[in-house]
């Protein structure tokens, strides 16, 4: 008789909490677009951010939902986007690619370094301490903080010690832009070729005692360029919304700060900067 | 309170827990008389000496200044005056090399031959005659910063926030980094504009008690700081027990009332209020004399440098010329920092200029240097007992090596304010307040966003 009440209680609370379950699921059913699943699966996975949502799933739902397009992501291929907008039926939303280019130029060759680090190897450590040995107060450290965080191994340092970026590989993602203590990398669209690669703030040609392909802001490439190039804080700026598919500036600039990054990846001078030679560092100068 | 003996010195003296104990080398420079240091020919006055905004010049390239004469205006409410420090020219406004590795705008003057060190600047109107008010502006305007290594404007301080009092007035004397001198110097040589500084600022502030805490290893400014306090102003000269970080304001307070300050919060929430011996000497120069801040005391000394001592410079004055006027350098020099060993800043040459929180120029050599190995923790916990603060140098360290910020910051490593203890103990010779510097570094730029 016991086993028997046993069996019809638990029995009668089984069924009332199921039934309490199926209302519950008809009631306070949320509809989840099944397209977000199938649009996941179809990006890449990285999480790395660079569309501008947290991963790859709020941007999945930005795109069913229609705020985003394809277009954003940069890592997929471009078949996975056309496949993804064939798929929602949407335009492909194509942005331009872009990388993250470099301001500085003064690899080991070129630029001295005033004082011996020791300590951790890395860029932010470095930094803390006196803003790092470098001559240069704005260059680039050569610890390599950004090519240990680059997820996609699109930076390398070279034997100069300054990263270099592989436009096949930059997914444009920031994590370097992030991570760099002197603020040296950007994201520009790839044809943003005319480039000025320095950030150093100081006038005169006393910087060149410093770094040999430092801007000395003389200001020759502002003289004949129209608005294109303008002199802000001893720097050239240039306004990329004009014409810049114009080679003219690198002529004119007698250091070679001002460069044209070919679509390979290749940096062109003007005919008129220094030519740089020297293979070994140019080591430290003791004040 | 503190025990029996004549000068409490021979008592069991007040600290707070953990902490190190390096060597002192005191004994360089701690008999050294204040030395006026002559006129230079350029002095580079960066615009930003102090914690907060830069100042605002207000002079032009070209212009005459006169010693003492006022040629930048506070930019901020967080900001002070600067004042030229000798009779000359402006001869540039600028970017120049800044002591802290930048390069930061500053005003460059061209001295006088034969400029004079007199002061030629009306007395300001008396404390005696001010309401709190005034009294901060002209704080302000005179250029006081802590004089103690930070250079916090002091009228911030002296302003006490609404809803809060201040019960106590403790001036630091502790000096505990190894090497240093010159507020020790200060304490001797300057007792009187001390205790007179002390009585300008408590007619503001009003606390019921002011302290003067030293480390028991300046018994002559004990006794000093005694005498002078004597039939003056009733102060109360706290000799602690020598052991580092003794002179960060929380370590301090901790010492003398036995409160900690909570994680987050200032002294003044406990009803402290925490200054430099220099800057309550600066503010009675400034009300008596008419002298703004612009020249400072500071030791230069360390194995490498000829004639250790002890000198009154003028603020801009070039490394060079003043490690010149110390007999110069060795040729064992190998570091150059300013301030004490554990907490100083490296500099990459000598041509930077003195700024207001210089508190001394250690030349070390290469014995003094000795890169250390870097080894695995071995969780012996040496840096947990050093930490004055509590928290756990070893997992912050890691963390930060790991990149691991959120965690860090879980970990308190926002407390942290890099005395340096946990380096200094750790037998694997792991950088440790390095790796939290820069964790700090990534969760503040982190938060910003």
Not at chain 1, 188 to 194: A, G, V
Not at chain 2, 295 to 306: F, I
Request: hydrophobic share 40%; charged share 20%.
């Amino acid at each position: 008789m016991t086993i028997i009440i046993a069996l019809a209680a638990l029995g009668g609370l089984t069924l009332l909490l199921a039934t309490m379950l199926i209302v519950a699921n008809k009631k306070l059913y949320v509809y989840e677009d099944p397209r977000i699943d199938q649009v996941e699966d179809m990006l890449p996975h990285a999480n790395c951010g660079a569309c501008g949502y947290p991963g790859c799933r709020p941007f999945a739902e930005a795109l069913v939902s229609g705020n985003a397009l394809p277009g954003k992501c940069t890592v997929s291929s471009e078949e996975g986007r056309v496949a993804i907008a064939d798929f929602l039926g949407v335009s492909l939303g194509a942005e331009e690619k872009k990388v993250a280019r470099l301001a500085c130029a003064g690899g080991t060759n070129v630029a001295i370094n005033r004082a011996q680090y020791q300590g951790l190897d890395s860029c932010r450590a470095a930094a803390l301490v006196s803003g790092g040995g470098k001559g240069c107060f704005w260059g680039c450290l050569g610890h390599g903080d950004c090519e240990v965080v680059c997820d996609f191994d699109a930076i390398t340092m070279n034997e100069f010690g300054l990263p270099v970026v592989d436009l096949e590989k930059c997914t444009a993602c920031g994590d370097c832009v992030e991570v760099c203590p002197k603020d040296l990398f950007s994201l520009q669209p790839i044809s943003h070729q005319l480039w000025v690669a320095c950030k150093n703030l100081e006038h005169g040609d006393a910087v060149l005692e410093e770094c040999q392909v430092a801007c000395t802001a003389c200001g020759k490439c502002a003289m004949d360029g129209g608005d294109l190039i303008t002199m802000k804080h001893n720097l050239p700026v240039i306004d990329y919304s004009l014409n810049h598919r114009t080679k003219d500036p690198i002529q004119r600039c007698p250091t070679g700060a001002i460069v044209w990054l070919d679509e390979s990846g290749i940096t062109v001078k003007g005919l008129e900067s220094k030519k740089v030679i020297r293979k070994g560092e140019r080591g430290m100068k003791r004040t | 309170m503190f025990g029996t003996s004549t000068n409490g010195l021979t008592d069991k003296l007040l600290t707070f827990r953990h902490g190190v104990h390096p060597e002192e080398y005191k004994e360089l420079s701690n008999e050294k008389p204040i030395e006026r240091m002559p006129f230079v020919e350029e002095y580079t006055l960066p615009l930003l000496q102090h914690i907060g905004a830069p100042s605002k010049p207000i002079v032009q390239k070209g212009q005459r200044v006169k010693r003492g004469e006022r040629i930048a205006d506070a930019g901020a409410y967080v900001s002070v005056a600067l004042h030229s420090p000798v009779d000359g020219v402006v001869t540039a406004i600028d970017l120049f090399d800044h002591p802290n590795g930048q390069m930061l705008p500053g005003i460059k003057i061209k001295a006088d031959s034969f400029s004079t060190q007199q002061l030629d600047q009306p007395i300001p109107k008396q404390p005696e005659d001010m309401d709190l008010d005034e009294f901060v502006e002209a704080v302000q305007q005179a250029g006081i910063v802590g004089l103690g290594g930070a250079a916090f404007p002091a009228h911030v301080k002296f302003k006490i926030p609404e809803g809060k009092e201040c019960r106590y007035l403790m001036l630091n004397g502790c000096e505990c980094e190894p090497f240093l001198t010159c507020d020790h110097r200060v304490m001797v040589e300057y007792a009187e504009a001390l205790i007179d500084g002390v009585a300008i600022l408590q007619g503001f502030i009003q606390a019921e008690k002011v302290y003067i805490a030293i480390e028991a290893n300046k018994p002559d400014a004990v006794m000093a700081l005694r005498e002078a306090s004597k039939d003056k102003y009733p102060v109360e000269v706290v000799p602690l027990q020598v052991k580092y970080p003794q002179g960060a304001e929380k370590m301090m307070i901790s010492a003398i009332l036995g409160k900690e300050v909570p994680a987050g919060k200032l002294p003044i929430d406990l009803g402290v209020l925490v200054s430099n011996v220099g800057t309550i000497v600066a503010l009675s120069q400034y009300f008596r004399q008419g002298q703004a801040l612009f020249e400072r005391v500071m030791t230069v000394t360390g194995p490498a440098v000829r004639r250790p001592s002890n000198v009154l410079v003028p603020i801009g004055t070039s490394m060079r010329e003043v490690v010149e006027f110390c007999g110069g350098i060795t040729d064992e020099a190998v570091r150059i920092l300013l301030g004490g060993p554990m907490m100083g800043v490296v500099q990459k040459s000598l041509d930077t200029p003195v700024v207001k929180g210089t508190s001394g120029i250690l030349v070390l050599t290469q014995k003094e240097v000795q890169p250390f190995d870097t080894y695995s923790c071995i969780r012996c916990g040496r840096c947990l007992e050093a930490c004055p603060l509590f928290i756990n140098p070893a997992r912050l360290g890691l963390l930060a090596r790991k990149g691991l910020w959120e965690e860090m910051e879980e970990n308190n490593a926002l407390d942290c304010f890099e005395c340096g203890a946990c380096s200094y103990v750790c037998p694997s010779g792991i950088p440790l307040v390095q790796s939290i510097r820069v964790g700090k570094g990534m969760i503040r730029e982190r938060k910003k966003k």
